[in-house]
């Protein structure tokens, strides 16, 4: 065996095994991709306040327009109605209250169309007012006594 085939020889074998080496070393050198990959951080986004879509266009469901029941009162008083006269909105319940020492009460002038019992003190009479108006009125025990309710609307 001529020296230069034996080097050759050698040279071949050192080759293969560093080939081997080099392959086994290139296996061996990639870290193993990890089984479980570190999960990304799921970013969990802060939970934004969602828009309420209702704002602005709230469909109130508009209540039938039911007119809120009106009051006013009358004092009765040192034989007189207090106010005299009051000015009332249709639909206003008008309730007399006798703070007087003796019985009245309250008549309308004409037509009847309200009329108390007699009143003994600390006693209430109500009526309501459903026509625009004037209704005079007057106690029937003191011909002196006068009010006056005028209803508008
Ligand atoms: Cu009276």
Request: hydrophobic residues 40%; proline residues 15%.
């Amino acid at each position: 065996m001529a020296p230069s085939q034996k080097t050759r020889i050698l040279l071949a074998i050192l080759a293969s095994a560093a080939l081997l080496l080099g392959c086994t070393g290139a296996n061996a050198a990639p870290t193993p991709a990890p089984a479980t990959p570190t999960p990304a951080p799921t970013f969990a986004p802060a939970p934004r306040p969602t828009a309420t879509p209702e704002t602005g266009a709230e469909p109130t469901p508009a209540p039938t327009a039911i007119p809120s029941p009106q009051l006013a009162g009358v004092s009765i008083r040192g034989f007189a109605f207090n106010p005299g006269a009051i000015d009332v909105k249709v639909g206003t319940t008008v309730t007399w209250t006798n703070d007087d020492s003796v019985a009245h009460t309250v008549a309308s002038d004409s037509g009847g169309i309200f009329g108390s019992p007699a009143m003994p003190p600390g006693g209430t009479f109500s009526f309501t007012f459903t026509a625009p108006g004037a209704y005079p009125y007057h106690c029937a025990f003191h011909p002196s006594m006068h009010g006056t309710v005028t209803v508008t609307r």
